[in-house]
């Protein structure tokens, strides 16, 4: 059976395990079902997942046009304490910046290799930690707005770690952790304006499962600007990677904006 499409990264349901769509504009695939299948795929092109031109993809699914210029790409996504749309000032588009940043966000403790301080959307939990193939997350603090939840995330790098080792986490090579118990430990850690918030913030331990039939020792990471066309076996899922038989390892959400044919 073949696909045709843009890919963009994977929609997730939560479940024991977690189930994985690839969805396209004329249908999806359920991804869990094709685990031991063969499964290949070719790059036919690029579709800009803003303006929808055939234009060379630059960054997040963008064309470099639509990265400088989109709403959706400022820096503020990246490091949201630089977000000003609570004090009315625009960065590119004030309507959209109102809409994303003036709502609850939660700055979080995860563990998907080492543990990791972040910064989501509430509307985004759990989907932000399975994106990150975390194991097991907890909120920290549950704030009104984008930037509390940045200059909170900024006080607690100091301490804690804001990146992942992608492939200690494929390789499901996770550092145990008591994550309630380091939640304890930050709230003396907090920045003043968001310290009252950790007291009515519940304290709850997430924990998630993937569809991985086996993880791989080795990692081989496929870059689909090089090396256009892959097969191969399908072996497991998790975060945005596909993990295939022969340690090779497919970041979807890299390749968002890329059209491509599938076949299963």
Same mark, same amino acid.
């Given at each position: 059976?073949?696909?045709?499409?843009?890919?963009?990264?994977?929609?997730?349901?939560?479940?024991?395990?977690?189930? #994985?769509?690839?969805? +396209?504009?004329?249908? +999806?695939?359920?991804?869990?079902?094709?685990?031991?299948?063969? +499964?290949?795929?070719?790059? =036919?092109?690029?579709?800009?997942?803003?303006?929808?031109?055939?234009?060379?993809?630059?960054? @997040?699914?963008?064309?470099?046009?639509?990265?400088?210029?989109?709403?959706?790409?400022?820096?503020?996504?990246?490091?949201?304490?630089?977000? &000003?749309?609570?004090?009315?000032?625009?960065?590119?588009?004030?309507?959209?910046?109102?809409?994303?940043?003036?709502?609850?966000?939660?700055?979080?403790?995860?563990?998907?290799?080492?543990?990791?301080?972040?910064?989501?959307?509430? =509307? @985004?939990?759990?989907?932000?930690?399975?994106?990150?193939?975390?194991?097991?997350? &907890?909120?920290?603090?549950?704030?009104?707005?984008? #930037?509390?939840?940045?200059?909170?995330?900024?006080?607690?790098? @100091?301490?804690?770690?804001?990146?992942?080792?992608?492939?200690?986490?494929?390789?499901?090579?996770?550092?145990?952790?008591?994550?309630?118990?380091?939640?304890?430990?930050?709230?003396?850690?907090?920045?003043?304006?968001?310290?009252?918030?950790?007291?009515?913030?519940?304290?709850?331990?997430?924990?998630?499962?993937?569809?991985?039939?086996?993880?791989?020792?080795?990692?081989?990471?496929?870059?689909?600007?090089?090396?256009?066309?892959?097969?191969?076996?399908?072996?497991?899922?998790?975060?945005?990677?596909?993990?295939?038989?022969?340690?090779?390892?497919?970041?979807?959400?890299?390749?968002?904006? +890329?059209?491509?044919?599938?076949?299963?």
């Amino acid at each position: 059976m073949q696909y045709q499409g843009v890919l963009t990264k994977m929609q997730t349901e939560p479940g024991n395990p977690i189930q #994985y769509y690839l969805v +396209f504009n004329d249908g +999806f695939i359920h991804m869990n079902q094709l685990l031991g299948q063969p +499964f290949s795929i070719n790059v =036919t092109g690029y579709q800009c997942l803003s303006c929808g031109k055939s234009k060379k993809i630059w960054r @997040q699914g963008f064309c470099y046009d639509c990265f400088y210029s989109r709403p959706e790409a400022g820096d503020w996504i990246m490091r949201p304490e630089l977000s &000003t749309a609570h004090l009315g000032i625009a960065d590119r588009d004030l309507d959209y910046e109102s809409r994303v940043q003036l709502q609850p966000h939660v700055v979080y403790l995860a563990a998907s290799s080492d543990m990791k301080v972040g910064v989501t959307r509430k =509307t @985004q939990v759990p989907t932000r930690w399975i994106d990150q193939g975390a194991s097991c997350a &907890t909120p920290l603090i549950e704030v009104p707005n984008r #930037y509390l939840a940045g200059i909170t995330e900024v006080a607690l790098k @100091q301490y804690f770690s804001d990146k992942i080792n992608w492939k200690k986490m494929l390789m499901n090579n996770i550092t145990p952790f008591d994550l309630l118990a380091k939640r304890h430990e930050t709230k003396n850690l907090l920045p003043d304006e968001a310290a009252p918030f950790f007291d009515t913030t519940p304290e709850v331990l997430y924990t998630l499962d993937y569809p991985v039939l086996h993880y791989p020792a080795k990692i081989n990471s496929l870059n689909l600007s090089n090396t256009p066309r892959y097969s191969g076996t399908l072996v497991g899922i998790k975060g945005q990677y596909l993990i295939f038989e022969d340690g090779t390892v497919l970041n979807v959400r890299s390749y968002e904006g +890329f059209t491509v044919n599938i076949e299963i």
